[in-house]
């Protein structure tokens, strides 16, 4: 069954550094999304992408973030500059056209 | 900002009974999902519900869309030691692709040997 990947699955960095998280979608949707979840609070919506373009945003994904779609099968988030409350869990998301979401494992972001 | 609110908070149950949960919302989603997450693991879709006053079954679970469309519950029958998990429901305002997803607070269930 086809899935969503993400790599790493834990990255480690210091304050001010950048970290790129990679995602993997499933191969024939077109929509993708990012977010994230600080340890024991709900999951929130950061971003969604739709044709090469940002589709909507949340007050969360400031100028410190960006998304990319290097190729024809990765996604990415990168965070410039990280900060101590950018420790998350970070889950990409992909679909269909009016479908469900389907969630990848996760990449557990620590800011040291 | 819309929020959902998850209750109970938590629940400790014996394997075999029966579990309900809900979640209400300060506004209208056209659609409501319910999740599960397993520890370090990413939210796995367990329903969704496109219509209001909507009764949907997925084996041992049920799910209902409230029909204010401000709610909806998730019942689950014959606990099983792996239904232990967090429970999220989540609400679109739109069922189309590219809609974000509103997550609830979430209910954590275990189960007691």
């Known amino acids: 069954e086809p899935e969503v990947t993400q790599t790493p699955s834990h990255q480690v960095t210091q304050m001010g550094q950048e970290v790129i998280l990679r995602c993997v979608p499933i191969?024939?949707?077109?929509?993708f999304y990012w977010y994230r979840q600080i340890l024991g609070q709900k999951v929130e919506f950061l971003v969604s992408?739709?044709?090469?373009?940002?589709?909507?945003k949340s007050e969360i994904f400031d100028d410190q973030f960006s998304v990319e779609r290097p190729d024809g099968s990765n996604f990415t988030l990168k965070i410039r500059s990280t900060k101590l409350e950018d420790s998350a869990m970070y889950f990409c998301?992909?679909?269909?056209?009016?479908?469900?979401?389907?969630f990848g494992p996760g990449t557990r972001l620590t800011v040291l | 900002g819309q929020q959902l609110n998850q209750s109970p908070q938590s629940m400790f149950i014996q394997e075999g009974e029966d579990v309900s949960m809900n979640c209400t919302s300060s506004?209208?989603?056209?659609?409501w999902l319910w999740y599960k997450q397993d520890p370090g693991e990413g939210p796995v879709l367990l329903i969704a519900?496109?219509?209001?006053?909507e009764l949907t079954s997925n084996g041992r679970l049920t799910a209902q869309f409230g029909i204010t469309r401000k709610d909806s519950f998730l019942n689950i029958s014959a606990s099983i030691p792996s239904d232990v998990g967090i429970y999220f429901c989540?609400?679109?305002?739109?069922?189309?692709?590219?809609?974000?997803?509103?997550f609830g607070t979430g209910t954590r269930l275990t189960i007691i040997p």
């Open positions: 998301a992909s679909s269909e056209e009016h479908n469900e979401q389907f």
């Open positions: 992408f739709y044709n090469n373009e940002i589709s909507e």
């Open positions: 989540a609400g679109q305002l739109r069922p189309f692709g590219n809609e974000k997803l509103t």
């Open positions: 191969s024939n949707h077109l929509y």
């Open positions: 519900l496109y219509k209001a006053g």
């Open positions: 506004s209208i989603f056209n659609t």
